[in-house]
Each structure stands twice: as structure tokens, then as C-alpha cells.
């Protein structure tokens, strides 16, 4: 069964995933592919996201076909359908994105565009049809990236074998101490083939396939230097076995052009981790109440209006609303708050989010591409989607690079064919020599060897980079938002104060350890931890009574006592009117006030907050003395964060209350005045570190945040920003200058060659000597100081951004017993 070019062919924007795209000028082969279907609109392609975005009304099999045609095609994925008779797979061929259907012994194969909204769309079919089930293969699209860099690691291995020995043999004097027939000619011919015609066939075929398409890329290229140098050896090694010949740079070339891919496809699938952990969080099953008895079933099969029973601990399926139950909910997906939330009967709840201790019954609303945590996955993806990749300069002028050099070569032999002594032989060796020295070994060298010495040094320092387009991009920052919670400070919560009214503060802690002691919510263990560093001990409990996310209750020393939150004591009759000052303070200063109390009144008031890391002060201020500017963007309220920047003693630019997107929205408005780096370490941070020119993972990030993220913080060090950055802007200038030298070389060596001025034989030379230089120039890298950015890249203030008083926000001495 074939492609269906039936009448639903899609009439919206679609991202379509493409493969075989190498190089950044692959991206614009496969703009002018598409644009030539009927039907397109416009599109988008996208080298770093191996996306296309198109609009308009062209078939996906029209739109495969012209693919084919350049050597790229669209991404598959193969889900098997059990359950559903023969007779409904033409309903499937009429699907969008479904390119085959095929009858199996075990139900039917559908192969089909590799997207998530399709897959929703399969999975709405099966759940209409009864009995029918679906099966998919999960991290497709890790899998494929998986396989490619194995590809290109095996292709590397096999190239890079015959490259030591060529160069033995032919540069380091190996063939002295080797029989002759080692050295002889026509068998370094022979050790020469398996690198240039099977680990170097993509680049030719490649290189092929880009000429039939009228581009130029780095694949034409490769196949242009390693060509001209194995087939001018090849003819020198049959007319002469003991002529020197250059198998080696051929050999060369493919070796280090292998290991580039394999670097590429490594990080290529790394790109993709932050929208898989996403898809991760929201579970398959979901316990779907039925009268009296709950069944489990999978999620797709929900419908608006079913009610599920989400038990202790388990993560919430869907978007929906509380029927029945109390618990806390850690929402740090959402908010990036460390403190569960309460929930009761009408609270809202979002799929992906963890339940705390008490069970609850949720009314659907929203499953698959309707919750929440799906719209924070299209919010990340198409961040990355849209990121200004940083083009490298091979790449941008290899399609005027390329047509020149050929030009000259052709020139060069019809030159002294017509006007030179040596007559047609002498012209083409003269081509040759222009095509060797040519050859994009310098051009190829000059970013990924700075790449790997700046990298190197930065994993020595702590700092993990997914990749030299990561380093480019965080070269140009000259902005950095920094996260609240667990960036700025720690990420859990402390018992920072402990205001007393009227008691002792060791009758204050022993009666909150003694409620606390067994607890499993956050601020409960915190406030346990302190109670007993401060060297309190629990007294006897009776007729205790947790109620999940709000508080505890229980018989201390005859007494009614209580701890939790304001409301709560108060519901639980604690007389609040001699705490409502401390509370209002520690409110103010941004800290969770939680009171304890014991015989209808108030002993003491605990304030809570996180706790500042201790090299923050520090990091802000080498960050802005390198000439950035230092703003924070947090999902806390506003007063946490006037705390947070009253104990940090700096009135930075701040924003609070953000929600993913806002924090999305915000970066995007700033990247349209600078280049802005976000640093974060949870979820609800994705979608913004994915908008950011540079994402930047804190030490103990979640999955998803580090899988955003550009650049990982290791070392639990705040200042690893700054020298991030720091390595970034020295690495981008040593592959300018690199550059510098490989257009240089290029531009005095290409005419010196034409006129016949050097042999082949010296020609490689000098491409040698070339690349020589060009790492050389790198390994500077590893001691060379690092430098701030420079005066006119600084942006000095964040455009629309205030800064706050810091009188306004007092914070709270911290009083009471200390451990």
C-alpha cells in the first residue's frame, strides 16, 4: 500500500521531521525541495532541529517524493495495530502523515510521520474501535541518532586505521624500516581504498546527490580534496610503484571529517532528550473509577468527564479538577516552587505532577495534547525549533568556495594548455596542486579543534558543553536571568527563623519535632531536621492526625497541639491574634510561615525559606563585572523573591510569578535587544532555557532541564557561569582567528598554485602545515586567560526591566535556638 495523496492532505503549519541532512546548507537544499511541490506556502528547515516546517495544503507523499529526489526523506516510525480488522486500514491510509500500511501476521504495520500529534490521532482510532490496541516503539528518534553515530563512529575507526599507516609510511620515514612491497605505491593504493570509497562513500554520494540538487555543501567539499589527492596517487602509483603519492591526505580527511559526523550525531540526539523526558512524565495508565471499582486503563482512552482515583505518590494523568480527597501536590513542574500545594475538592490539578500523601478523585478535562505539560513540550520543542543556530563559516561560504575552486582548476589547465611551456601535462598538475591546497582541511579543522581543547577545559573546570554551536551561542551573551528556586538558592527549604511568643523556643521546637518527626512533607522534614540539630527531643504523642498539605494535629503533654499553616491552626482553634505580626513579617521578608501551637494558643511562628547558596553574592558579581547584565526570573511570589534579593544584598532586575510561558515570553522579548542566557534547574525553566540563546543546568537540575540545557553545571558552584561564558568568548575568538588563517592560506595558496609554483607533493605540504598551525592556535585554549565581554557588545541595563527597592523588602532577623 502507497503513499495516500488523498483529499486530507493537511491545511495547516506542520513540523515535519527530515533525515539526511548533514550540514547547515542542507537545510536551505531542502527549503528549495519543498518549495517546489505544489501546494507549499512556505517553509522552514531547520539543520539543528532535522526539522521542516511547511504551510500549506501539499500531500505528505508529494512532499516525500521531492525529498527522495535531493537524497533526504522524512522521518519514520512504525506502529503496530492489533485488534483492528483489514477492512479499516483505508481509514488509515487517509490519515496525514500515514505513508504505508501493511497487513501482518500480528495486525497491521503503520508506518507514518514521526510526530506526536500523529501518534494522538492513531490513538484516538484504536480507542474507537473496541478491542483494538496500539503498540509504538518508544525514543524512536533516540534510537535513529543512536544508530548514526555508531555508523559514523565504525566509518571513523575504519578510516582512521589507514591513516596512521599511510602517514607512517609517507611523512615519518616508516617505509625504512618496512619490506618494499609495504611502501610500494600501488599497495598503499590498496590500504587507501576502505577510507576513501567506504568510510568516505556519504561524502561522495552525498556531494552527488547536493550537485544534482544545484547546492554546494561541505560534502562536495570533502569529496573534492580527497578525490583530487587519491586519484592524482592512484595515476602516479600505476605509472611509477616508487612515486611519492598522497593516499594519506586523502585518508586524513575522511578520518577527520568521520569524526566531526560522529560528534555531530552524538550531540544531535542529545537535542531531542529535553521534549523525551517531557513526553516521560506523563504516565500511560490512569485508574479509572467505574462505580465502586477502579480499573486501570491506558490514558488515551479517557475521555472529558471520566473520573480518575490518583493514589498516594503517584503522578497525576491528566489535567482535571479534585471530586473528592485533600493532599499536596509538588507542582514544581509548573512553578518550580519546592513546597507541595494543597489540594482540596475544586483545586485544579495537572498531568505530570507528583501526589503527595493523600489519594484524591479527579474530573477529566484535558488528556493528551490538552494538558498542560503537553503545551510546556510543544513550548520547549519549538524553542529549539527556532533557535538561530550559529552557521559555521565553512558551511556559509562553501557554496562560493566550492564553484570558485573548480572554476580555477579548469582555468589553470585550459591556461597552460594555451599559454604555458608544459603544455596540457604540466596544467594538470597544476589543477591538481590547486584542488590539494584547497582542500577544506584547514577550513574543517579551524572550528572543531578549538571546539574540543575549549570543551576539554571547560569538563576539567565542572562545566559539561553539549557542542561547539552551544559555545558559539555563549559566546554572544551579553544577558543572563538566573532561576529562584534551586538555582539561586538551594532548592529545599530551611527553618531560617523561629519567632517566640511568650515561651521558651525549646517548648516551640519540641512540639513541632514532636508532630513532625514521622513526617513526609517537605517543610515537615525541614522543620524535624532543625528541631533536632537544635537539640530538641519529641515528647509523647497521642490521638495524632496528618492532613496531607496542610498541617498535623495531636496530644502533647495533655494538651490539643497543632502545626501547619495559618489557616489551618486557626481551623483548628489556635488563637492567631498575638502571632499576626511575626506572621506578616516573615510573609514579607518571602519565607512559608508554619505555626505551632498548643492549647488553643499560639507558642511560636517557624519561617521557612531556601537557603541562598552560599557563592551566589560572588557569582552575580563576576557576571557583571565581566560586563553582562544580571536579572532573575522566578515562578515564587513576588515577595520570596524581594527576600531572596534583600539577603543576596544586590537590586537586580526581577521578575516573579512567572509561569513557564511567561518565563518563555520574556526571554524571547529580550533576545530581540541582546543574546540572553538562562539558567535554571527544573522543569517549568525548560521552555525558557530552550528560547534562551543559552541554556545553563545548575548542579542537581532535573531531566528535563539538564536535557535543554546547552551547558551543565557538575561542580555545585554558582561562579561556573561566569566561566562558562568566559570560555565561550575566548573559544569563539580562536576559531576567528583560525578562520582567518584558513581563508589566508587559501587565498595566497590557490593563485601561487595555479602559475606552477608547487608541486603536488608540496601542495599537501602546505595543507599540512596548515592544519598544523590551525591547532596549534587552539591548544592556546588550555591556559589562555579568559576575557569579558567586550564594551560594545554590553546591553548595560535589561530593556523594560526595574529594579527594586531593597528597603521595601526587609528580611527578618533569624532569632531562636541555633544548632
Known sequence: MGVSDGPEAARVVRDLPVEGMHCAACAGTVERLLRGVDGVEAVQASFGAAQARVRGEAPLGSLDRALVKGGYTLARRSTLVRGLEPARAEALERMDGVLDVEPTADGLCVVHVDTPELLDQLRALVAAHGEATLETQHDADARRFDARARAWRGRFLLAFVPALYLMGVLMFGLANVLPSWAS????????????????????????????????????????????????YSTALAFADPLAHTYFDTSATIVALVCLGRWMEARARRATGDAVRHLARLEPETAWLVRGATDERVAVHALLPGDRVRVKPKEPVPVDGVVLEGTSAVDESLLSGESVPVPKAVGDPVHAGTRNGSGALVVEVEHVGQGTVLRRIVGWVAE?????????????RVAGVFVPIVLAIAVLTVLGWWAFGEGGLERGWVAAVSVLLIACPCALGLATPTAIVVGTGR?????????????????????????????????????????????????RVLRTALTLEQGSEHVLGEAIAAYAREAGATAARLEAFEA????GAVGRVAGLDAVVGSPAFAEERGIDLAPARAALAALEQGGMTPVVVGAGGRALGVLGLRDALRPEARAAVAALEGDGLSVGVLSGDRPAAVAGLLSELGMALPARAAQDPKAKQDAIQALRETGAVAMVGDGVNDAPAMAAADIGIAVTGATDVA???????????????????????????????QNLFWAFLYNTIGIPVAAFGLFHPMLAAAAMAFSSVCVVTNSLRLRRMPLPPLPVGERLFALPGWSKPDLASAPVPEETGTRP
Do not use: C
Request: glycine share 12%.
Open 458 to 506: 571547560a569538563a576539567r573546570r565542572g562545566i559539561l558543553v553539549k557542542g561547539g554551536e552551544v559555545l558559539e551561542a555563549a559566546a554572544r551573551v551579553n544577558a543572563v536571568l538566573l532561576d529562584k528556586t534551586g538555582t539561586l538558592t538551594r532548592g529545599t527549604p530551611r527553618v531560617a527563623a523561629v519567632e517566640t511568643l511568650g515561651v521558651p523556643a525549646d
Open 184 to 231: 610500494d605505491a600501488r599497495f598503499l593504493f590498496l590500504v587507501a581504498i576502505p577510507a576513501q570509497w567506504i568510510a568516505g562513500w556519504p561524502f561522495l554520494s552525498g556531494a552527488w546527490q547536493a550537485l544534482r540538487g544545484g547546492a554546494f555543501d561541505m560534502n562536495v567539499l570533502v569529496a573534492l580534496g580527497t578525490l583530487a589527492a587519491f586519484g
Open 547 to 550: 492532613v496531607p498539605g496542610r
Open 706 to 736: 539538564g536535557a535543554t540545557a546547552g551547558i551543565t553545571l557538575v561542580r555545585a558552584d554558582l561562579g561556573l557561569v561566569s566561566e562558562a561564558l568566559g570560555l565561550s568568548r575566548a573559544t569563539l575568538r580562536v576559531i576567528r
Open 383 to 395: 524553542a529549539q525549533r527556532g533557535r538561530a543556530r550559529v552557521q559555521r563559516m565553512a558551511d
